[in-house]
């Protein structure tokens, strides 16, 4: 068994958080290392509405049956029984999967956002755990990825020039590597809008699209080297990044970002971040 890798699932009971299991259970499977199921009791449910007590032996109880509902999963799923833990642990889900991403190698949530206008919506602790953790972050949602991941055999990987950049495209070429896939790396130039942005005629826009293109042939060549088996090409467009990247997730098996150098300009968490999360039609790999 590896100890230096422990893939750490949010289990809620949501269909989502099933999804998630199944997903984390396969990157176990994939790296040779643990599985841990976490539910967490959030202790501010203890005092309810209305002057309402929760027994917190009820909530544990209610974590321990989620529990043993993924470990089934993970089971039938191929992951073996002796490389499963689970844990019920006091706490926010945000706060304890956050805290515990300080030993994970990687965290995976449900998205909790099922279809129509729901999706307008990112559950909370996806949001805060893919804002605070220390490891990457995969957000999975049942209903945009109710089969298996992987037989598309290609992953894509949003990036910018801007110093930093290497670290999402590193995570790129892992994943990559890991999975026996293509890499697409999208840089998306969001063309000016709004009669107070700057005007560029078409020769202007071609040439900053061919200098972006520049800074990323720069960057992707020495990671190129470091990892020879990973075939990669290179796409610069313009357009809404929004649109553009939710548009290419319907042909990846997984769509990398980073969060906290802002992989595309303008992604906070809020705006572009969230859109994605809400909106990609395959899981997200948010590097640390």
């Not at 449910?45 to 321990?64: F, I, Q, R, T």
């Amino acid at each position: 068994m590896n100890e230096r890798d422990l893939v750490v699932v949010g289990v809620d009971g949501s269909e989502d958080g099933l999804r998630a299991v199944k997903y984390g259970a396969g990157m176990a499977l994939l790296t040779g290392g643990e599985l841990m199921l976490v539910n967490a009791v959030d202790d501010t449910l203890m005092a309810g509405a209305w002057g309402v007590v929760y027994d917190p032996e009820v909530l544990h109880e209610a974590g321990v049956t989620a529990n043993s509902v993924a470990r089934q999963h993970a089971i039938a799923n191929g992951m073996p029984e002796e490389r499963i833990k689970t844990e019920v642990i006091m706490g926010t889900p945000a706060g304890v999967l956050t805290r515990l991403s300080e030993v994970a190698s990687l965290i995976v949530v449900g998205r909790r956002a099922a279809s129509g206008l729901e999706r307008m919506f990112v559950g909370s602790t996806s949001v805060a755990v893919v804002a605070n953790a220390a490891c990457p972050v995969v957000v999975i949602s049942a209903a945009s990825n109710p089969e298996d991941v992987g037989d598309k055999r290609l992953i894509g990987v949003g990036v910018n020039t801007h110093p930093g950049s290497e670290s999402p495209l590193e995570a790129g070429f892992q994943q990559a590597q890991l999975h026996g896939a293509r890499l697409e790396i999208v840089h998306v130039v969001q063309p000016p809008v709004g009669i107070f942005g700057p005007k560029l005629s078409p020769a202007q826009l071609e040439q900053q699209l061919r200098f972006a293109e520049g800074g990323l042939k720069e960057l992707a060549g020495p990671l190129s080297q470091r990892y020879p088996g990973v075939e990669y090409s290179i796409v610069v467009v313009a357009d809404s990044p929004i649109n553009e990247l939710v548009s290419r997730s319907a042909s990846y098996d997984l769509l990398v970002l980073g969060v906290s150098d802002s992989a595309i300009p303008g992604v906070q968490l809020g705006g572009l971040m969230r859109g994605l999360m809400a909106h990609a039609m395959c899981p997200l790999y948010v590097a640390a």
